[in-house]
């Protein structure tokens, strides 16, 4: 909805849309969900092909870490049941930042609270045309278009105290559900980055099968 408001520091008159509508909390229920499954998914690769029995508790997480150098303690750490080949494919999918930043931000998404998971953006593009009379020495109106995303609104114009504008505006205002503030998916499209991310657990799965048939563990 837009709302005109006064800037209390400066005076000026200004111009806003704001987003009446919070996100639906069954949609954070619903990502959180879908990235723990995915997850999960790449846990029981590991797990699958152990030999283990279904209740022990067993060393067979994926190789998640910070960085490369970080891949051999995984191996002898919480990915020490998981068979060497299978480890070894795994790893081959560089699930660190400076590798497969996307892989390895599943598993940030994954740990990060449902209710800073997400969070709506806004863009604007914007026709105008501006006829004013300026009263006062600054330029009686300004277009800022800046997306404010702790109040859920974008600023659109601003007029200087004094000045006055007859304004002719056509916005086409789109809004996004993305990431909140996690490493490397921050403010990206929660659909699209997803969706990259399910073809890349798709990729490992289809990898660690392959192996597992070309070395027995899988018949």
Same mark, same amino acid.
């Given at each position: 909805?837009?709302?005109?408001?006064?800037?209390?520091?400066?005076?000026?008159?200004?111009?806003?849309?704001?987003?009446?509508?919070?996100?639906?909390?069954?949609?954070?229920?619903?990502?959180?969900?879908?990235?723990?499954?995915?997850?999960?998914?790449?846990?029981?690769?590991?797990?699958?092909?152990?030999?283990?029995?279904?209740?022990?508790?067993?060393?067979?997480?994926?190789?998640?870490?910070?960085?490369?150098?970080?891949?051999?303690?995984?191996?002898?750490?919480?990915?020490?049941?998981?068979?060497?080949?299978?480890?070894?494919?795994?790893?081959?999918?560089?699930?660190?930042?400076?590798?497969?930043?996307?892989?390895?931000?599943?598993?940030?998404?994954?740990?990060?609270?449902?209710?800073?998971?997400?969070?709506?953006?806004?863009?604007?593009?914007?026709?105008?045309?501006?006829?004013?009379?300026?009263?006062?020495?600054?330029?009686?109106?300004?277009?800022?278009?800046?997306?404010?995303?702790?109040?859920?609104?974008?600023?659109?114009?601003?007029?200087?105290?004094?000045?006055?504008?007859?304004?002719?505006?056509?916005?086409?205002?789109?809004?996004? $559900? &993305?990431? /909140?503030? %996690?490493?490397? !998916? @921050?403010? +990206?499209?929660?659909?699209?980055? =997803?969706? *990259?991310?399910?073809? $890349? &657990?798709? /990729?490992? %799965?289809?990898? !660690? @099968?392959? +192996?597992?048939?070309?070395?027995? =563990?899988? *018949?």
């Amino acid at each position: 909805m837009a709302v005109k408001e006064v800037d209390p520091k400066t005076g000026e008159n200004v111009l806003k849309y704001r987003l009446g509508v919070p996100i639906p909390y069954m949609l954070r229920g619903v990502l959180t969900d879908t990235v723990v499954n995915l997850r999960s998914a790449l846990d029981h690769c590991g797990f699958a092909f152990s030999g283990l029995p279904d209740d022990k508790t067993s060393k067979t997480n994926f190789p998640f870490c910070h960085s490369a150098s970080e891949l051999p303690g995984r191996k002898t750490g919480m990915s020490a049941e998981i068979p060497p080949a299978i480890f070894a494919v795994m790893a081959s999918f560089q699930p660190y930042p400076s590798g497969n930043a996307l892989l390895w931000a599943l598993n940030e998404i994954a740990n990060t609270h449902k209710h800073r998971i997400i969070k709506p953006f806004g863009s604007l593009n914007v026709a105008t045309q501006l006829d004013g009379t300026i009263r006062t020495r600054q330029h009686p109106a300004v277009l800022t278009m800046k997306w404010d995303g702790e109040k859920n609104e974008i600023e659109v114009l601003r007029v200087a105290k004094g000045g006055s504008v007859r304004l002719n505006i056509q916005m086409q205002i789109t809004t996004a $559900i &993305v990431f /909140d503030k %996690i490493p490397v !998916v @921050e403010g +990206k499209k929660v659909s699209a980055t =997803l969706e *990259t991310q399910c073809g $890349i &657990v798709s /990729d490992v %799965i289809n990898a !660690v @099968e392959a +192996k597992a048939r070309e070395t027995g =563990l899988l *018949t």
